[in-house]
């Protein structure tokens, strides 16, 4: 499965972005399709999920900001990213399982500076 993310930028602080991510195949219901990211020097982390049955989670530091959505048609995963803060800078990372079996996408890199 190939996922093709993109929407990156450089940012100032307190601005938005939207982040996009289109998979080759379904990203419906029954699928764990997200976004993690990574900052440097630091582990990959989790900000925004759907789990396999439709619910969605948030990481703690993104709630209230961050916005999760999906286009199943067009198998295209969103995260509206908004009051972006500099410890919001990282790659951002799609996501794709079902079953056992995991996808990544290449990553869009995410800056938040003055």
């Known amino acids: 499965v190939q996922l093709q993310a993109s929407g990156g930028g450089l940012v100032q602080p307190g601005g938005s972005l939207r982040l996009s991510c289109v998979a080759s195949r379904s990203i419906s219901t029954g699928h764990t399709v997200g976004w993690y990211r990574q900052a440097p020097g630091k582990e990959r982390e989790l900000v925004a999920i759907?789990?396999?049955?439709?619910?969605?989670n948030y990481a703690d530091s993104v709630k209230g900001r961050f916005t999760i959505s999906r286009d199943i048609r067009a198998r295209t995963l969103y995260l509206q990213m908004n009051r972006l803060e500099p410890a919001d800078t990282a790659v951002y990372y799609c996501?794709?399982?079902?079953?056992?079996?995991?996808?990544w996408g290449q990553g869009t890199q995410v800056t938040v500076s003055s």
């Open positions: 759907f789990t396999r049955d439709g619910n969605t």
């Open positions: 996501y794709r399982q079902i079953g056992s079996v995991a996808d």
